[in-house]
């Protein structure tokens, strides 16, 4: 993986070389190996390199074709590379390098836009057309690698991360008031806005076009429609395990090591499992164990699995002391995220990458073949009769506000009564709310319509509900939380991830998949299940899903009180500008007092003050960060 940025001036104005330096400097830790700046009047490209494959000079970007009329600066792994680059050489193209980055200039230079919709990967890349004089930005279809984009008068910057972007003496880091409710929902802002108003993220799946005649999107992903009628039981498992094995072998291609993330439940073993298959060589396997709380703790799970397969595993225990790295991450993020499990995301990251270079992952399993049960929750509840659902829905509207804060029991209930009554694709968003509406309006200043649940725009497709569920799902949560936390957490070390779940193929195949396969007999991920039965002991298929969490309730009760008191206690706390500071102070009482356990949503208030004290300072002459140096 690498990192990106550049700058176009809209009326025509050089470049500032020394501006492009700057923001390619601030993503030194996405590639430390080398650096590049081209800069073509008013454009300019620059690149940070992390060397997976062709590891000499001639990787180097930003990248040209043959005679310059095209360069890129590119961050990411196409893994369907080598078919693509065999067809190019058949058709005239000369290489300089053995790079997948080539491939894009040549397939952008042979078959225009229509030519990048063959890309099978993670990517996210800038390309800048001299002839046509066309700037062209893309993104991955799920999002895997970031591209953010600030527009404001004559200027647009783009960048892996917003820190490169804070980095043009421009930047206007205005906050979108809109923002701060909008994160307390869902513990993200959900795309393509972003915490600050000029600047949004490229919409995965989609190019954006940057012409004399004007600015154009271009959507080159949609998710399958789903089968009419599904293949046979038996043959849906042999097609899945195909593709999920074809999917692990095209990750295995680098000049450096590789290893994988190894939880012992079913996604991460199944990765493994192929790799054991495919790969020369001793595999090795990464996982984490958790202090103090067995709930959390999957770590005995991955020791059986690694003694199963035989790979060289290795482990890492985890404490409270963990959160010691809390202030330099939450930098690295630029924004508050409230999913507190990049925590040990970016602990995993970093020993993986004492030993290897490139780990696999098992992300996506979830989303592909619906392995959280509020997909099972949400599906069932379809069937209740809608008049019973809105008649529950409005027993809870009429129960008191405080209720939702003093008993955990009543709360759970009134909560799962009141989002019955919602459309199908609401009823989702708001069932996994950080903040549920009834204490955000608690919250929130200034409530108005902004603390009503966000209504995420979603593809539509005439689907089964547990397939609608599946899209919703892979839209919002799989883009702004699973994959920006897999890839802030590795890239702060330098290390590169790949997800096979998210291979084009697969998800091609899984998505359609009607969802009978998907949840049967009460049984989730019931497909993947048939497809690898024999790959794995059965316990890892009937064991109880823990999730990649940290025991954030009794540590922000114990040794992590401290921060809480430190950062959210105080009358001129950051976050108080936006939210009722006796709101606050109710949900931190009830929670070290017991009465609830509000560990995670005060992770996110955390979170979210430490990033307002932070951009209360100036952004561009800080010191750099022991998280943006490359690991020694």
């Not at 990517?123 to 279809?141: I, M, Y």
């Not at 968003?429 to 903040?435: N, S, V, Y």
């Not at 939380?481 to 290390?495: P, Q, T």
């Not at 195949?509 to 794995?536: S, T």
Request: net charge positive; with cysteine.
């Amino acid at each position: 993986m690498c990192g990106i940025a550049g700058v176009l001036n809209r009326d025509g104005g050089p470049i500032n070389r020394e501006v492009l330096e700057l923001m390619s400097g601030r993503l030194i830790h996405r590639g430390p190996d080398s650096e590049g700046v081209e800069v073509f009047g008013s454009v300019g490209l620059a690149h940070r390199r992390l060397s997976v494959i062709d590891l000499s000079a001639n990787g180097r970007q930003p990248m040209s074709n043959e005679d310059g009329s095209l360069w890129i600066t590119y961050n990411g792994e196409v893994y369907n590379f080598e078919c693509l680059r065999a067809d190019l050489i058949k058709q005239g193209h000369v290489f300089r390098s053995r790079t997948d980055t080539e491939v894009v200039v040549h397939l952008y230079e042979q078959e225009g836009l229509a030519g990048l919709a063959k890309l099978n990967g993670q990517f996210a890349f800038a390309l800048w057309d001299e002839h046509n004089k066309r700037l062209v930005l893309g993104r991955d279809r799920t999002g895997q690698k970031p591209l953010y984009v600030y527009e404001k008068g004559p200027i647009v910057a783009f960048a892996s991360e917003l820190k490169a972007l804070y980095a043009h003496p421009a930047f206007d880091q205005d906050i979108d008031p809109t923002a701060i409710p909008r994160f307390l929902a869902h513990g993200y802002v959900p795309g393509p806005a972003t915490f600050h108003r000029h600047v949004t993220k490229l919409e995965p799946g989609t190019l954006r076009l940057f012409e004399a005649r004007g600015d154009r999107t271009v959507r080159y992903w949609s998710f399958p429609a789903t089968m009419a009628n599904g293949p046979a039981p038996a043959e849906a498992a042999r097609e899945v395990r195909t593709r999920v094995e074809e999917a692990v072998r095209r990750r295995l291609v680098a000049d450096v090591p590789i290893g994988a993330f190894l939880s012992g439940g079913i996604d991460s073993s199944v990765v493994v499992a192929a790799m054991v298959r495919q790969a020369e060589g001793r595999v090795r396997t990464f996982s984490l164990g958790f202090d103090g709380d067995p709930r959390f703790d999957e770590s005995r799970y991955a020791r059986r699995v690694a003694e199963f397969l035989g790979t060289d595993h290795v482990e890492l225990r985890v404490g409270p002391d963990s959160f010691q790295m809390l202030p330099q991450l939450l930098e690295h993020l630029d924004e508050p995220f409230g999913d507190s499990s990049i925590i040990p995301t970016a602990i995993i990251s970093r020993l993986a990458r004492e030993h290897t270079t490139v780990a696999l992952t098992g992300d996506g399993g979830d989303e592909l073949f619906a392995g959280y049960r509020r997909f099972m929750t949400t599906a069932y509840v379809e069937r209740v009769p809608r008049v019973l659902r809105l008649a529950l829905a409005q027993v809870s509207a009429m129960a008191p506000a405080s209720a939702h804060r003093t008993d955990a029991f009543a709360s759970k209930a009134l909560r799962f009564a009141s989002r019955m009554a919602p459309p199908l694709r609401e009823r989702l968003h708001e069932w996994i709310a950080m903040f549920p509406p009834e204490l955000l309006k608690e919250l929130l200043v200034e409530p108005g319509e902004a603390s009503s649940p966000v209504r995420t725009a979603v593809q539509a497709n005439r689907d089964d509900v547990i397939n609608q569920l599946l899209r919703v799902n892979a839209q919002t949560y799989l883009v702004e939380d699973l994959n920006v936390k897999v890839d802030r957490a590795s890239m702060a070390y330098s290390l590169e991830t790949r997800s096979p779940f998210l291979d084009v193929e697969l998800m091609r195949y899984a998505f359609a998949l009607p969802g009978r396969y998907k949840i049967r007999f009460g049984q989730m991920k019931w497909i993947l299940r048939q497809a690898f039965a024999d790959a794995l002991p059965q316990w890892v298929f009937t064991r109880r899903k823990m999730g990649f969490g940290l025991p954030l309730g009794a540590w922000f009760r114990g040794p992590l009180r401290p921060l809480i008191d430190e950062h959210l206690r105080p009358r001129e706390a950051h976050i108080y500008r936006w939210l009722r500071r006796a709101s606050v102070m109710s949900l931190v009482d009830a929670h070290a007092a017991g009465r609830r356990d509000y560990g995670h949503q005060l992770w996110a208030l955390l979170s979210l003050e430490l990033w307002l004290q932070r951009i209360g300072h100036s952004q561009r002459q800080r010191p750099m960060t022991c998280m943006e140096r490359p690991p020694t």
